[in-house]
């Protein structure tokens, strides 16, 4: 059964990988220099105790800011998650939540970004995404802030 | 027979709370189990099941990020 699913994800990921950042809204024309986006990133894990890991994703799928870990590891994961949740139902997602026993796992797209979070198991799951969400739209806009 | 005395009657309040949240975080834990959502534009949102082929993927892709991020190094 894993390796099963672990041939499916492959396949997905070769499916889709390729296109699913560029059907995210083009507000973010220009990505956020890597600077801001660690510092957003830190403000993030200031604001959420139950936060494992995270990572921030430019226009193109690339990372800007990844907590500890290999940043390849973080883009190559971060899209075969999109993958799967796009391709469920054929159709772009905003949000993905997904609660295992390891840990729960939080994925969004705004403004032309996309983050996601890896948290323990019963985190404040609308809270989380909320801040997410307002992170994203301050790092395509700085003009505008946050909410 | 003599009323309780008000401080004792505020501590029993504040035990019954605690007990009271204590058993829904209990319930809480029991009842949560893994679920991958998806939210789509307009407020949609979708369950799939571990067992589906979506559900497969989006659990397998979940694990790979959650290894990634590792365990929590907070003090």
Redo the contacts between chains.
């Keep these: ?1 894993a390796q ?3 041939v ?2 492959q396949e ?1 990921r070769a499916r889709v990988t390729v296109g699913i950042f560029t059907q995210m809204p083009d507000v973010a024309a220009t990505a956020p220099d890597r600077e801001s986006a660690a510092a957003a990133l830190e403000f993030l894990g200031e604001m959420s ?1 139950d936060l ?3 990572a921030i994703l430019g226009p193109e799928g690339e990372v800007l800011a990844a ?4 940043p390849e ?2 883009r190559e ?2 899209a ?2 999109f ?3 796009d ?3 054929e ?13 729960e ?1 939080f994925a969004i797209r705004n403004a032309g970004l996309a983050a ?1 979070a ?1 948290t ?1 198991r ?1 985190a404040l799951a609308s809270l989380l995404l909320f801040d997410m969400r307002s992170m994203l739209r301050e790092l395509a806009d700085p003009a505008k802030g946050g909410d | 027979m003599t009323p309780p005395k008000p401080h004792r009657i505020l501590l029993d309040r504040v035990s019954v709370y605690a007990d009271e949240a204590a058993a829904f975080m209990r319930r809480r834990r029991i009842s949560r189990r893994p679920f991958a959502r998806l939210y789509y534009p307009h407020g949609r949102s979708a369950d799939h099941a571990e067992d589906s082929r979506s559900g497969a993927e989006l659990f397998v892709s979940a694990g790979r990020l959650i290894e990634v991020a590792g365990k929590k190094q907070k003090g």
């Design positions: 059964m099963m699913a672990t499916m994800i997905a105790p494992r890991g995270a907590s500890e870990g290999e590891r973080w994961d971060a075969a998650l993958a799967a949740a391709g469920a139902e159709t772009a997602v905003e949000q993905v939540h997904i609660a295992t026993e390891q840990g796992v996601v890896v323990d019963f």
